[in-house]
DNA sequence: TTCAATGTTTAGAC
DNA sequence: GGTCTAAACATTGA
């Protein structure tokens, strides 16, 4: 899945192929992944056959406005007052196909496609939702690992569901200023840096990829305590959150290889990358071999030399 | 066979 | 409440 960055090229790419296309069916292959109104995800076990009825039977007709993205989130505003919030978690990924093209966008390419190879039939082993047209072209969300979820609100329970409250602020938008970010800094003095970074609840959308990108240009290790950090590093912290992003988004995301465009082309993020992913190779600055540090079950990866 | 993988949530311990 | 850890969700691939 997505970061920031990828989440926001789906955004884009879905907007384009699918604005003012109206809903012809939907098709649910996996209950689990679909849920109704302001009910939490947790315990999705057990989807009533009732829900996903419902769940069909109201984006039948619906015209799509637009694609929108909170976080990682992304929100399908509907007519008729509904919205459909996707979160695409690791392998969620959507894939638009009409007569001329296909658009794979997040997950794991290699479940269906290498660039160049012929086209796998749809929907596959880990399509779990499939939208249909009126003109005839399709969208499918699959997700190898099925963390992720589709769920259908109306738009006056927007303000109020779970799952859009308690995002911190978005860091490429105009209200994440130095002052906010210091504040944000000040509510976890004893947070790793890393950490809090990729708390979405203090800064929205930035997960393991981009907070080791962001902490490599600003030359600090991922472990550090916020309280240790001078205001010259957080200056420097400050300053290389958009920059990362935007370079990533101009690249078209795809951390990991995770996009193809119908005539094969890729994202070309991974390509920047100074650290994630890269242990045991040098540094593209310095040579020192990249190091990892384990935290909560994630990965930070950084260099030993360049970052202090 | 074992481990780690782009994320989030929850439970338990101190 | 703050903070930290592990686990759960499920599958793939190195």
């Known amino acids: 899945m997505p970061e920031l960055p990828e989440v926001q090229t789906i955004v884009s790419e879905l907007n384009r ?4 296309k109206t809903i012809k069916s939907a098709a649910v292959n996996e209950p ?35 694609v929108k993205r909170r976080a990682k989130l992304l929100i399908f505003d509907l007519s008729g007052q509904l919205a459909i919030l996707v979160h695409l978690k690791m392998t969620g990924q959507f894939i ?25 039939q749809l929907p596959g082993k880990h399509t779990h939702v499939v939208l249909t047209f009126t003109d005839g072209s399709h969208l499918y969300f699959n997700d190898i690992r099925k963390f992720g979820y589709m769920k ?10 779970k799952e859009l409250q308690g ?40 997960g393991n990829i981009y907070s080791d990108e962001i902490l490599f240009h600003a030359k600090i290790r991922p472990a550090r305590a916020v309280a240790g950090l001078t205001e010259k590093d957080i200056k420097a912290v400050y300053k290389y ?4 992003l935007k370079k990533a988004i101009a690249a078209k995301g ?5 996009f193809v465009r119908s005539d094969g082309s890729w994202g070309q993020m991974g390509k920047f ?36």
Do not use: W
């Open 32 to 66: 689990k992944m679909v849920s109704l109104g302001p009910r939490t995800v947790s315990n999705r076990r057990s989807v009533p056959a009732r829900d996903v009825k419902v769940f069909i039977g109201l984006l039948k007709g619906r015209i799509i406005l637009s």
């Open 254 to 258: 795809s951390s990991v290889g995770d």
């Open 167 to 206: 995002y911190g602020p978005e860091p490429l938008g105009k209200k994440f200023t130095f002052n906010v970010f210091q504040s944000i800094l000040s509510q976890r003095p004893k947070g790793k840096i890393k950490q809090v970074l990729m708390d979405s609840s203090l800064v929205a959308g930035i």
């Open 273 to 308: 990358h100074f650290v994630y992913g890269r242990k045991g190779q040098p540094c593209k600055i310095c040579g020192t071999p990249i190091e990892t540090v384990r935290m909560n079950g994630r990965t930070g990866s950084y260099c030993p030399s360049c970052q202090k």
């Open 152 to 161: 259908l609100v109306r738009e006056d329970e927007l303000g109020s569901v």
């Open 241 to 244: 959150i958009p920059f990362v």
């Open 96 to 120: 638009f196909e009409d007569k001329r093209l296909r658009l794979l966008t997040g997950g794991k390419y290699k479940m269906f496609n290498n660039p160049g190879a012929p086209l796998v």
């Open 17 to 20: 192929k699918l604005k003012n």
